[in-house]
């Protein structure tokens, strides 16, 4: 029965993006029709699963892989598992797609231009002054996944419309029932047949693109140019590049 299933929902997707605030939302929902529920929040496992690992791709991978195994011990005895993390890279995603086995994607979407707007942290302002070494999607690339099951565009979608996508998508895969959907929504909501599946195959790391950092920080585009748009329909992967140190520094020496 779709109540006892076990299941990892991994949200993926840049920092800031509403990863944690939707799986929140999911969690306290699933919890409301019985289900055993536990939240793996990447930034609230640092001290107890991988303390003192760096931010190079292969220590960012070693963290996804170790939030994987945990997420699949849970998930084959009956927990529904939430994972937000921003897993940049494709390659250690499948890798746990893979291992896990009832594996659903959810890739959380948001313009960069947005996350900088947005960024209550400051984070983004400082991996853009070059204060904060390989920061993903500024200095260091974020790969979006190509087939994932379910895309929030949290810049123009809500919390609950999100929610619904992924729902729906929980439904289609038969890993939630319509009566659970019911008691969350207040509505009966219907399977819907399920695509083909094709073979799914790692893909090599695409090119990574110039971020839409620069069209935030240069004059906008005429609308028949190419480039205007801040979510190419390509999604390749995400980089803007650092104001240099150096130059930042000698231009303060001369105002003085």
Do not use: H
Not at 165 to 176: C, H, N, T, V
């Amino acid at each position: 029965m779709a109540t006892n299933t076990g299941f990892t929902l991994w949200l993926t997707g840049m920092s800031g993006t509403g990863k944690t605030t939707t799986a929140a939302y999911i969690a306290a929902r699933l919890r409301q029709v019985g289900r055993n529920v536990e939240v793996l929040d990447e930034g609230e496992l640092q001290n107890d699963l991988w303390a003192g690992i760096g931010d190079t791709k292969d220590e960012r991978n070693t963290v996804v892989r170790r939030l994987g195994f945990v997420a699949g011990l849970l998930a084959r005895n009956g927990v529904a598992v939430l994972v937000p993390c921003v897993s940049p890279y494709k390659s250690s995603r499948e890798e746990v797609r893979r291992s896990v086995g009832k594996y659903v994607e959810v890739y959380v979407d948001c313009p960069t231009e947005k996350l900088i707007e947005r960024d209550t942290t400051g984070k983004y302002k400082k991996a853009l002054n070059g204060e904060i070494p390989n920061f993903i999607g500024i200095t260091e690339p974020y790969e979006p996944p190509t087939s994932p099951e379910v895309t929030i565009y949290s810049d123009t979608e809500s919390v609950e419309d999100g929610g619904t996508k992924i729902f729906q998508a929980l439904l289609d895969l038969g890993l939630m029932s319509t009566d659970e959907l019911k008691t969350i929504t207040g509505k009966k909501m219907k399977a819907n047949p399920l695509p083909p599946k094709k073979a799914r195959r790692d893909e090599e790391d695409p090119p990574a693109r110039v971020a839409a950092v620069k069209a935030a920080k240069t004059p906008k585009a005429d609308k028949g140019s190419k480039g205007a748009k801040a979510r190419p329909a390509t999604r390749a992967a995400r980089v803007g590049k650092p104001a240099p140190a150096a130059k930042k520094k000698a231009a303060k020496g001369k105002a003085r």
